[in-house]
């Protein structure tokens, strides 16, 4: 990154909707070589299907970055709050997936 990339600022806006936010215990990720899709998904009790709610498409660097940065922000959550346990049996039937 250079002098002037450093020192640049952007303006994000968020409309009203999106602020509200949309709960998902599902994501389920694919990619090819040139991109990542991200289909965040929500699983309910009794349900038998799962509607795709929000698909993010990203670059493989874009990936990457998003990979450092929960990882970042995870750390910085169990330095403050708690380590986060995951239940293997909830991550293997329900919660996110590789």
Known sequence: MNEQQKGQRIQIEIP?????????NLVIVSHSPSEFVLDFT?????????KVYTRIILSP???KSL???L???IKKFEEKFEEIKIDDVIKKEIGFQK
């Open 71 to 73: 990882t970042e922000n």
């Open 61 to 63: 660097k874009h990936a």
């Open 16 to 24: 009203d909707d999106t602020a509200q936010g949309i709960y998902s």
């Open 42 to 50: 929500r699983v309910l009790p009794g349900l038998k299907k799962a």
């Open 67 to 69: 990979l450092k940065t």
